[in-house]
């Protein structure tokens, strides 16, 4: 005859179980809060003691039971929880009673204290759980927690056991669980494989976007070069109407600003021009039907052809016009945005 012992410090009532083909209560010691008025059985004959006035608070589902206990109950005070391991169930009570469970309970039946946090509505020890067999997951047994989220409504560990799978798919495609799932559950297969797709049509269209949005930051910083040159002026360009200051000190984005003065002096002088096909003047001719879309000055704008570009946009109206009109709402939309990052980074730093 086997005996457990569970310590007062575990468990409020100092007691010990006995587990045997008769399983009977032992005893209860007078130091008990108050006589047990349930017992709570196990699939391999263990029977545990326990109150009702601890049970009830923490589930709405032990509460219904015992509201209706021909309906739900064996015995009218017996409460069978079966299908786990007999400790699995001694430290599901401990929790009932203790509200802590220990780490080397944890890792041994995490899984199994999660099914039964779930049945029974324990939502404590379910964030335990969860927490817990987050923390012990290995490629051995993450298809297993994965399928057992699924029943659970665990969605915050089902997402993680997603990353990880993702993350070593080959690894987990050798592992006994991998398995076995292939062969007594082919849905949870097809549900990863989806996942795997949809994570990389995610991956391609961040890609995507991020690549967008280095080229809305690169015309951003261009207007503002190009803004620079024509009204203040700059080391080899400036505005119209007075003559670029040769000793005047590169500007802070001088590279960017350099390669557009090169190009507005080739516009200036090329006899190809836009219509003859040549592609640098093509591309500062770009930049001011861009400025122009995105210019807001009511006055006189130091930009060339701003004014006229603005005039024809009203006039035609046309499909392009709205392209263009999108996408300096987008240019305009990366610089703001980088302006709203750089302002947090330096809040950030100033703590």
């Known amino acids: 005859m086997d005996t457990i012992a569970i310590t ?83 430290a599901f009570v401990q929790f009932l009673y203790s509200n802590s469970c220990t780490e080397e309970e944890m890792d041994r039946y ?52 997603m990353k990880m799978v993702s993350n070593n798919y080959i690894e987990v495609q050798k592992t006994e669980g991998w398995k076995f799932m292939q062969d007594h559950d082919p849905w949870l297969e097809l549900e990863i494989l989806q996942f795997l797709d949809e994570l990389e049509s995610w991956k391609i269209q961040r890609k995507k976007n991020r690549e967008e949005r ?39 984005k001088f590279p960017i600003c350099r390669a557009l003065q090169l190009s507005i002096k080739h516009f ?4 190809k021009r836009v219509k003859g096909g040549c592609c640098a003047c093509k591309r500062v001719w770009q930049l001011l039907l861009l400025h122009s879309a995105i210019c807001d000055q009511t006055g006189i704008c130091k930009i060339p052809l701003c004014r006229q570009f603005k005039l024809k946009m009203q006039l035609e109206k046309r499909e392009e016009n709205g392209k263009w009109r999108l996408l300096a709402k987008k240019v305009v939309c990366a610089k703001v945005m980088s302006l709203l990052s750089s302002h947090k980074t330096e809040s950030c730093s100033s703590y």
Request: with cysteine; hydrophobic share 40%.
């Open 110 to 161: 995490g899984i199994h204290l999660l099914a039964l946090s779930h049945v029974y509505a324990v939502h404590h020890l379910k964030l335990k759980c969860v927490k817990g067999l987050g923390e012990q997951l290995l490629l051995e047994n993450v298809v297993d927690v994965l399928q057992l989220t699924r029943l659970c409504d665990a969605p915050d560990l089902y997402l993680r056991c």
């Open 214 to 252: 280095s080229l809305y930051m690169q015309l951003s910083e261009a207007m503002e070069c190009l803004e620079h040159i024509c009204t203040e002026g700059c080391t080899s360009v400036g505005p119209y109407d007075r003559a670029p200051n040769q000793q005047k000190k590169p500007c802070d």
């Open 8 to 90: 007062p410090t575990s468990f409020p009532i100092n007691m010990k179980v006995v587990c045997s083909g008769n399983a009977v209560i032992d005893s209860i010691s007078s130091e008990s809060p108050g006589e047990a008025d349930l017992l709570v059985v196990t699939s391999g004959g263990l029977r545990i003691p326990a109150h009702s006035s601890v049970l009830v608070p923490v589930s709405t589902v032990f509460k219904k039971m015992l509201e209706q206990p021909c309906q739900n109950l064996s015995s009218k005070n017996i409460i069978p929880i079966l299908g786990v391991p007999c400790k699995a169930v001694i």
């Open 268 to 271: 200036a002088t090329c006899q």
